[in-house]
């Protein structure tokens, strides 16, 4: 198999909106400066040297390492990450804040989220399996059935943190590559109902999870408490206009907006950049989907396509939901914009998984 010329298209939509979302992060973190000098330092460094700087080293080492390597080691990916997610319950090893157990410390060096190591174990591990079950997955035995047991694995470690969020990413994902890899629609059907009954079972007995979706419903209801950072998000990009106040100069962020450089990222960018910037970055996050979900149906085997594009859609699927969530159109979920929003382990492990999408660009066939 002849390796071909990277995906230039895609490599410079990645490199945009990394451009673009370190550009923004740091303007956004400027609401925390006259706050907390020392948070502020602490931010910068877990972003751009861990996040985007470790990030680029592990692009780099796997846009070099054959995409089949993952299939040989998926199963062992899988479990590490499995583990490593487990470990944030060991009193000496983890870390909470805000009543959630998602962190591993590491020292002087900040802290460790290992549930994106997690997002992407699983994707391997799946597309690895679907590619092994191949036709057989058509049945209830090779495909439904390994999906819910992966799924209740999972879902006994995050909903404990409770990281309700990142179990829904994954679930979404799942779910895809198992329609891309033929399994049949009565069954896909039959999952996404169980998988509706069972997000509507934790909201109803999850008191967090009641909040948002009573602020969904009215963010008027509770303007002080519950519905501030939907109500403060507004006030932000309303103030943006068209062409946006200028770059830096989002009024929002410095004692309103509650995380701005976090999941808020994306209100400071429609006060700062107006509706012409928020839409022309949606517009790089469609062309990023796009491109991604074109370079999956051109790769040259079903493992490599599956592999592909569980990476294009959790990080679309997830982006959308972090933009959706800051304009009212779905309820706060908390998840970050990927490429832009604060989270060095989220963006070293992104940009590990776009090494990954770039080495099997280049064997993309014309006719598949």
Known sequence: MKEKKVDKFFLITVFLLIIIGIGMFVSASLGILNKNEKTFYSVLFSQLILGFGFGLVGMYFCFRINYKFWRKTSFYIFLASIILTAAVFIPQLGWSHGGAERWIKLGPLGTFQPVEFLKFGFIIYFAA??????????????GILPFCIMLTVIAFILLKQPDTKSFILITITGISMLFISGVPLKYLIGIILGAVIIFSS???????????????????????????????????????????????????????????????????????????????????????????????????????????????????????????????????????????????????????????????????????
Do not use: C
């Open 129 to 142: 399996w679907l590619s092994w079950a191949k036709k057989r997955v058509q049945g209830f035995k090779f």
């Open 202 to 368: 934790l909201v109803a007995f999850t008191p967090y999870l009641q909040k948002r979706v009573e602020t969904f419903i009215d963010p008027s209801a509770n303007a002080q408490g519950s519905s501030y950072q939907i109500q403060q998000s507004l006030i932000a990009i309303g103030s943006g206009g068209v062409f946006g106040r200028g770059y830096g100069q989002s009024i929002q962020k410095f004692s309103y907006l509650p995380e701005p450089q976090g999941d808020s990222i994306f209100a400071v960018i429609g006060e700062e950049l107006g509706f012409a910037g928020s839409v022309s970055i949606i517009i790089l996050y469609v062309l990023f989907a796009l491109r991604g979900l074109r370079i999956a149906n051109h790769s040259p085997d079903l493992f490599s396509r599956l592999l592909v594009s569980g990476i294009v859609i959790m990080i679309t699927a997830q982006s959308f939901m972090n933009i959706a969530s800051i304009t009212g159109v779905f309820p706060l979920t908390g998840v970050p914009l990927v490429f832009m929003s604060h989270g060095g382990t989220s963006l070293m492990i992104y940009l590990m998984a776009m090494g990954v999408v770039l080495q099997i660009s280049k064997f993309q066939q014309k006719n598949n």
